[in-house]
């Protein structure tokens, strides 16, 4: 089973821009489709994207753009032109197989969340 650990959250002023990173370790991350979930203070988790295993196909939030480096084991998430309402924990997990998916059920592992907080 492939462990998974994300960065690159942290406190940022409306507009501006992070850059999330998991990185994935036991496993090579390239056998797995990915997923970016996100859950804000009382509300349920939700799907941000997914990317497959080979990087070609890839489903994303606008403002947000979703890669991978198979070769670092490492899966990105680029988000532009934030909004309060992107305040949230990030969550990234991984679905063995090609085909990412929006159920959170349909992933084998999830990382331990970074905090978003965008202020306004």
């Known amino acids: 089973q492939v462990q998974l650990v994300e960065s690159g959250g942290g406190l940022v002023q409306a507009g501006g821009s992070l850059r999330l990173s998991c990185a994935a370790s036991?496993?090579?991350?390239?056998?797995?489709?990915m997923g970016w979930f996100r859950q804000a203070p009382g509300k349920e988790r939700e799907f941000v994207g997914g990317?497959?295993?080979?990087g070609s196909r890839t489903y994303v939030l606008g403002r947000f753009t979703i890669s991978r480096n198979n070769a670092k084991n490492t899966v990105y998430l680029q988000m532009n032109s934030l909004k309060p309402e992107d305040t949230a924990v990030y969550y990234c997990a991984a679905r063995y197989g090609n085909t990412w998916s929006r159920k959170e059920s349909d992933y084998n592992s999830w990382g331990q969340g970074t905090q978003v907080t965008v202020s306004s």
């Open positions: 036991g496993r090579a991350v390239s056998t797995y489709a």
């Open positions: 990317i497959s295993w080979d």
